[in-house]
């Protein structure tokens, strides 16, 4: 309880009591009503909240709005709970286990304290659904909450209790409402300090509510980071999970260009080496949303397509086209700099001939490395090695390949 005093001693949600009421002849009541705002991830989570809120709040006028974590992805719905919340009283995130927040509401955390006022006061509380002796008591999701209300100077009330469907029934809810409208709104009068003192105190000394659903023992939840990148309504959609070089947004598109030299190594049974000149043209799909979790290796599948065109200056003049189609994975480094690998087979045509040649159609294999680096959001300088074999497969009696090692550097568009 003391840390509920020093809330209410500290706070502007602190207020005064009616001059009616008795032993505070002197004192007044704020006519706002306590602004309350909910994100929560599951339905679950959502019923413990509210079960929660309507126990303490009774007696209170309050302006509750509740959004779920899924509809926080869409620019337009986050920006506007943002705007919503960041004038709240107090903020709770409810979630049904002590997992890692999803990276967009980690990024929708970040607008909220971006869009709050510095001087305001208020408290952030986290509402974990699953009983208690099956969270842990380190969870790293408290630890991140608690960073996120230490940035925005708001105080930090965790929370780890469930709610049962027997008391979610004994105080029914209201439908959960898109961002546009609210799902509650209590309106009875009364004591806001003591509504304030009430949610709050129910939340620091665990008083249980109820219990339901389960979550296995041995979960863990990586390491987190406030982040404030997040698309306005009037932006395009972001290229990026969690800002510039934390991972790609599926079906997120490339278009790029490259130039490259390279040269020939007599390898694999090529008589002569073949140096190479090429101007190419790819497009990219990432297709996948960002893999391997909170592992060193995690990033984006892309599917790759490339037209490229060019000729050999050494030892004689000879032309090559081809396409190719691939794959490449781009990794995660959160920072501007994105390195990838990837590779690649494809048909090609050339006039490249004896000793290690022998017809136009050939076959082309490339396998590679290269990086990005971002000069924009969505714009990227591409340095890229290649190396790029020709053969036909065994199709004719001479097929001793020409392989080149390629250097490449171009621009690419992320779209």
Known sequence: MEAIAQLMKNSHLVVHLRPEDPGFPTTRAIERPLKIRVVYDDDESARSAEVLIQHVTADLECDLWSFAFDDLELPEPAMAAARSASNTDILVVAVRNDHALPAHMRSWLGLYLALRDKDQEGALVVLIAEPAEIVSPDSSLVEYLETVAATGGLSFIPSRRSVAHSSASEHPTAPRQPVSR?????RRGGRLAGGVCGLVGLLLTSVPVSSSSALSEDQSVPPLTVSIAEPTPSTPRSIWKDGVGNGFREDTFHAGFALGA????????????????????NFGWIFTDVVAGDKWYRGNWEWLNEI?????????????????TGLRYNFVTGTRWVPFIDGGVGLSGTDIDS???????????????????????????????RWLHFSDGGTTDVNHGVNTEMFEAGLTWFF
């Open 182 to 186: 609210p799902i509650m709104n209590f």
């Open 262 to 281: 390279g040269f020939g190594v007599r390898a694999f049974g090529t008589s002569v080496a073949h140096d190479l000149a090429l101007a190419s043209v």
């Open 308 to 324: 490229f065109s060019g000729g050999q200056f050494d030892p004689r003049d000879h032309y090559f086209v081809g396409w190719t």
């Open 355 to 385: 000793p290690d040649l022998d017809g136009i159609f050939q076959f082309n294999v490339q396998a590679g490395a290269g990086t990005h680096y971002f000069l924009r959001d969505d714009t990227a300088v591409t340095l890229q090695y």
